[in-house]
């Protein structure tokens, strides 16, 4: 029996993940962050997938400390989003949708979660290619933070049972990804990437451009429903 | 002007590195974690040694996660804490007070804290010598830890300031730091150390023991009561 913790927000990149592990035979364990962003419209799409995979414990994790340190479009109606960036805008610098440190938070409750259950690997579906210049999503971040849990977990350093960040998109395109999500019969119209968090997708934000960028050069047709369609 | 993030418990150990930090003029930006521990007490403290310092925002995070995913006698009463143990015993093995990732956790919101409010430096008091065996205090955690920022932040990668962790005293007996928190004339009477969590401290806890054998080998008698005294 192997477990595994998922990092699920409820958009594409984590859910394609998800069903990626499932396929490798691992029990889900999902975990999810409601941290205030702007599109905690992700957080009950998160439960849904869950409930589609039938998945172990679905840890929801309430975090109201980034709404209350601020500083990010994303946790903060005060800053505005960035709309209808180009490619090139979006592959520039790290915009203003930074949360600061995000993936070393969320890494860090995932690492906490996965000692709890005795999981053997944590998925996270960070990208390095068709992503918005995160510096947590790098392969480097991912690196080195294998080392802190080789050093810093009981599982790890007494228990000997090696417990392992995988990431199966980190090198892939936003087409592979979605190629990869039809292949695994992941739930795609389940998820949601839109920033603004409404039911109908913007369409403009990087997120959306970024996601209708991967089903358009994949050759495919996106499930989900957006405003100007 | 330098900014820095101190991981304040309520705790001897991160008050003496509190007041060393405004002993190097820091401006000291205390966050302390309310995670579901036995000890809760020591978040009171906490608020009253950050008053006495006069510090800037004391951020106070909730995280009801650790009680959630339990496993630990520090978070659950239905494990008991292991009372009167040797020296030999506390340095032997990690025991039920395991929290797991603590330190991975903490420091994360510590590094988010420190983005938003532009830190150059995170202080933790963590020790390899007198402590109780946990795997993310030692050295090797830390070294891996910096890796970590400096991949992952933004701070780090695009703005180009080093955002440092510093343990003052990861290699000091807890005599000494009894003795450093004399020199720096910290409010050691408003620190708590007891895994049990009241006013008066058990005294046979392993951090009551460690804390007791600190200030007998400096030669000081600890401000704090105790119950057996």
Known sequence: MKNAVIILSGG??????????GSREYNLYPITFNYGQRHAYEVGQAKKIASYFQSNRHLVVDLAFFREIGGSALTSEAIELPLNRTEKEIGSGIPITYVPFRNGVFLSLA???????????????????????????????????QTVIDAGTKQASEDKQKLQIITPLLYKTKAEIVKMGM???????????????????????????????????????????????
């Open 111 to 145: 690492v906490a979660y996965a000692e709890a259950v005795k999981a053997q690997a944590i998925f996270i579906g960070v990208n390095a290619l068709d992503y918005s210049g995160y510096p947590d999503c790098r392969p480097e971040f991912i690196e080195a933070y």
């Open 12 to 21: 594409m990149d984590s859910t394609v993940c998800m069903a990626y592990a």
């Open 183 to 229: 292949d695994l019969a992941a739930p795609l119209q389940l998820t949601t990437s839109c920033y603004r968090g409404e039911e109908l997708a913007c369409g403009r934000c990087d997120s959306c451009l970024l996601r209708l960028k991967g089903f358009s050069e994949a050759g495919f047709i996106d499930p989900i429903s957006y405003e100007s369609y």
